[in-house]
């Protein structure tokens, strides 16, 4: 350790140059993991919101729930289930008094804990909504339906389609969208085989949904793609590094310092630069969050700042290592005579 840090105050700009790249490539990961976690918030945060269990629809709908029909029989097989029910999903519009109009995911649901009863003409909508000027007491028209909404409370996170959910009683739904059949079933329990339903599991039915597969596939491939650039970072760096150094480490093997002791210097090296960059850019990635605008989805818990610190740190390891190996490869002699070379 001591060889190490006095190497790294020797060559300070080179290591400084490789820790301000760490530092500005982990950032960036941190920020677009954080926009990740924001727009998936964003965008199935109803979903997300709800206990793991079990989500089905019918057959023949592809694995598109906007195609899904689940016929009146099954509906009232599970519903009789504990903690199961039945609900719709559809994209709508709802108008202010001031002629506002805003887009909503309009859902409605047989009974259940999960969501607030709604009766027919009042609308629960979510917190977002509150921004826009909507309160308490106002009544909102859409261009689908023969009367108005009136709004009677506001819940928080339950968004769907990058849109605020709107929720609404069952005939208030059959009259917007001339439909009273529901899209979906949720159960508690687990997946069980009927007849003319497939069961998902949350994820699985998250990866139904087109809009959040393709933008968290996305953002993912962005995220592991700059983890493998910082992985080669490391390796580039420590090769370079050590192919300067070969005259050096020949006189150490020849003083009696072993490979062993060489390589625990190299990581020494890539643990203090890894630490140092990965402390700063996640401070500066968790005070974005505070100041970040309420129009950008952006949310970072510190459990996936640890997580990605920790691959950080296994890749920077592996990366360095992998780099090391020729170190294995040195003849103290031939080497001594090659650094005076």
Request: proline share 3%.
């Amino acid at each position: 350790m001591y060889m190490a840090w006095k190497e790294m105050k020797k060559n300070k700009a080179k290591f400084l140059i490789v820790g301000t790249v760490v530092l500005l490539v982990s950032l960036l990961t941190f920020i677009i993991s954080g926009l990740a976690s924001g727009l998936s918030q964003d965008n199935v945060s109803l979903i997300k919101n709800m206990p793991e269990g079990t989500f089905y629809m019918s057959e023949d709908a592809d694995e598109t729930y906007t195609q899904s029909h689940i016929d009146k029989q099954k509906r009232d097989e599970f519903i009789k289930r504990e903690e199961s029910f039945a609900f719709s999903l559809q994209m709508g519009a709802l108008k202010t008094q001031s002629a506002n109009q805003q887009g909503v995911a309009f859902l409605t649901s047989t009974e259940t804990s999960l969501f607030n009863r709604v009766q027919s003409g009042e609308v629960i909508l979510d917190h977002s909504l509150k921004e826009e000027g909507i309160k308490i007491g106002d009544q909102l028209s859409s261009p689908q339906f023969q009367g108005t909404f009136e709004v009677v409370d506001f819940v928080n996170n339950q968004r769907f389609n990058h849109s605020p959910v709107a929720f609404i009683n069952q005939k208030d739904f059959h009259s917007l969208f001339r439909t009273t059949e529901f899209q979906l079933i949720y159960s508690a329990e687990p997946k069980d085989s009927i007849g003319g339903l497939k069961a998902f599991s949350k994820n699985e039915f998250l990866s139904t949904i087109p809009s959040y597969q393709a933008e968290q596939m996305t953002l993912n491939m962005i995220i592991w793609f700059l983890i493998v650039i910082s992985g080669m970072l490391f390796a580039i760096f420590f090769y370079m590094m050590n192919v300067q150094k070969i005259g050096m480490y020949g006189i150490l093997k020849a003083l009696g310092i072993r490979t062993g002791d060489l390589f625990k210097m190299m990581w020494s090296q890539m643990g203090l630069i890894t630490c140092a960059a990965l402390t700063v850019s996640a401070i500066i990635s968790q005070i974005f969050q505070v100041f970040a605008p309420d129009t950008m989805p952006y949310h970072l818990p510190l459990t996936t700042t640890v997580q990605l610190s920790v691959v950080f740190f296994v890749v920077g390891f592996l990366g360095s290592t992998l780099s090391g190996f020729q170190i294995k490869k040195i003849e103290p002699l031939q080497a001594i005579q090659q650094g005076e070379s």
